[in-house]
């Protein structure tokens, strides 16, 4: 089956005044399979917003080809629009209409039937608060509300920015079991941009991480992680003073190991921070033999985060690091500042969901 969507070398430029011109999108590529929830992350200003829109019509792009279920976009877009939901800019509704009455005016100017309105409140959960005026949602049950006016017309294809924002951990939970479900028991394809990597972690089949408007890496979440996520060994000692004693005994024991691999620790605050080590044994026997004694030692996994950070190059440093075999520390150096270039969507000034 070919992909839903399809983007190649997608190019947007935005003139500026006195300023030199930005490149939202720099030759962008993406695919997303059929029947899968996406992620669709990067750092801001890395240009997930400007794509998003420029799927949708919503604004002209400088170079490159879309294509969604196959067709060219914008081109064919009036084709195909009637398969696709989508909440990506901030939410807006009449104050004073209920929750239902603003479903069932668009419903009805979609040729939706009532019955679908009951049924998207149901899987949204504002079928409590369907007759309370919008004015007093939160910012939460706004973006449910969002959610299912996109649903209304039981898309193929359902896009979302950020359909976290505003919920509190139980509104997350229920927004991901309606997702996968959509995806996984529906045959809806879900394309989600979020700054909640844990949740995408738990939510997403596959993903692609943008920085710069171009694409760094795309496949299966697990996969990704699996491919980046190298664990580490985290070691703390009774007494912080141990520390460069710890990293020196380990360096000299490391030269008879014969991995091609270096072995890395990194003094980080109160705690030695390695990675490399063919096992945590290994650790504990160098240490012991050295006369150190530990008070803890933990296999950390890499996360989402931990990976995104890194192929972003939005890591923060470690204070200083010790490279095996070597007899350098290398001081901290500051990152480099994130830019800022998207607009940032769906951020109001109401607290999270009540």
């Not at 879309?66 to 195909?80: A, C, N, Q, S, T």
């Not at 910012?139 to 920015?161: E, F, N, S």
């Not at 996994?301 to 890591?315: C, Y």
């Not at 951020?347 to 009540?354: I, K, M, N, Q």
Request: glycine share 10%; proline share 6%; aromatic share 4%.
């Amino acid at each position: 089956m070919p992909p839903i969507i399809e983007i190649s070398g997608l190019r947007k430029t935005y003139s500026r005044a006195f300023r030199q011109p930005h490149n939202a999108l720099d030759g962008l590529d993406l695919e997303v399979a059929a029947g899968q929830v996406h992620g669709f992350l990067g750092p801001n200003g890395s240009g997930k917003t400007t794509t998003l829109r420029a799927l949708l019509g919503l604004i002209r792009v400088d170079g490159g080809t879309m294509r969604i279920f196959g067709e060219e976009v914008p081109h064919r877009l009036p084709d195909v629009v009637g398969r696709i939901g989508a909440v990506v800019e901030s939410p807006q509704f009449f104050k004073h209409f209920s929750g239902r009455l603003t479903l069932q005016l668009l419903a009805e100017s979609a040729g939706v039937s009532n019955t679908r309105v009951e049924e998207v409140l149901e899987q949204v959960g504002l079928r409590d608060a369907a007759k309370a005026s919008v004015k007093g949602y939160s910012l939460g049950m706004r973006q449910r509300l969002a959610v299912a006016q996109a649903l209304l017309k039981q898309p193929q294809l359902l896009i979302l920015d950020e359909p976290a924002n505003g919920l509190d951990p139980a509104g997350i939970h229920h927004m991901r079991e309606l997702l996968q479900w959509l995806a996984h028991a529906q045959g809806v394809t879900v394309v989600v941009s979020s700054h909640l990597l844990s949740e995408v972690q738990q939510l997403c089949d596959s993903m692609t991480i943008v920085s710069r408007g171009r694409r760094i890496v795309d496949g299966k979440v697990a996969d990704i992680i699996a491919g980046h996520g190298d664990s580490s060994l985290t070691v703390r000692f009774p007494d912080a003073a141990s520390l460069p004693e710890a990293a020196d005994a380990l360096a000299a024991a490391a030269g008879s190991l014969g991995e091609a691999r270096p072995v890395t620790a990194a003094v980080d605050r109160d705690r030695l921070v390695v990675r490399g080590a063919p096992e945590p044994a290994w650790v504990t026997k160098t240490l012991a033999d050295a006369g150190i004694y530990l008070s803890e030692l933990r296999t950390e996994t890499k996360n989402l985060e931990s990976v995104f950070l890194e192929l972003t190059g939005t890591a923060p440093v470690p204070g200083h690091t010790v490279q095996i075999g070597e007899s350098a520390v290398v001081p901290q150096t500051a990152p480099a500042p994130v830019a800022a270039g998207d607009v940032t969507i769906n951020v109001e000034s109401e607290g999270a969901e009540r």
